[in-house]
């Protein structure tokens, strides 16, 4: 590589610039490896232990639904399932040190159960279903953003990564490389120079003086 380097005092001056700004983007993007870190372990800290949770709520919802069947019957069941709405499903992005991540908002239409309805008029088996079911469905949806989060910011993590050991390991002492060639070059060609004007010098001073 550094055969191809041209060795003037320009390109030295140009080297040195290079270099300082390759430690520069070194810096920021160790600081950004480091940013991304911390939030992917403050999400999984979020989530430690809510999938056993949700496991847990959705043997208890089936477990409940079942017995709520039992008692009111499937029509009734299916009868209260046709008075629901369906859930609008939105998607923000936040952005973290450059990456987008979703954020989950869910909006739900006019429906014929209200909670006034639900507490007065609905058996009290299948209450319990449809808040176990609500609480379900609120847990898949944070749990699914939260690895999704996750996921992106372990992708840009180890891009991160790659691209700050590249600049440590190659790019950075490739330059260092060309600029000891380039100074030990210029210090040969000063050394010579040096070493003519002496000769000169002592020629011109052994010359008898006419």
Not at 71 to 96: A, F, K, V
Not at 142 to 151: C, D, H, Y
Request: proline letters at 2%.
């Amino acid at each position: 590589m550094a055969n191809n380097v041209k060795a003037t005092r320009i390109e030295l001056i140009n080297t040195k610039k290079r270099i300082k700004v390759a430690r520069r983007g070194l810096d920021l993007l160790k600081m950004k490896r480091q940013a991304l870190v911390m939030e992917f372990m403050k999400i999984a800290n979020e989530i430690k232990g809510k999938r056993e949770a949700l496991r847990n709520d959705i043997a208890a919802a089936i477990n409940e639904i079942k017995m709520a069947e039992i008692i009111e019957g499937q029509m009734e069941i299916e009868r209260l399932s046709y008075l629901s709405s369906n859930p609008d499903i939105s998607m923000n992005m936040r952005n973290i040190m450059g990456v987008k991540i979703p954020e989950l908002d869910t909006k739900y239409g006019k429906t014929g159960l209200t909670e006034d309805y639900l507490v007065s008029s609905v058996p009290v088996s299948v209450y319990d279903s449809i808040k176990l079911f609500e609480r379900v469905f609120n847990e898949l949806m944070e749990i699914s953003q939260k690895e999704v989060a996750m996921r992106k910011l372990l992708y840009e993590i180890d891009k991160t990564n790659r691209r700050s050991n590249a600049i440590e390991n190659i790019m950075i002492p490739r330059m260092e490389s060309n600029l000891k060639f380039i100074k030990d070059h210029l210090d040969e060609l000063e050394r010579e120079s040096f070493s003519s004007l002496k000769f000169v010098k002592e020629h011109v001073l052994d010359e008898p003086q006419r």
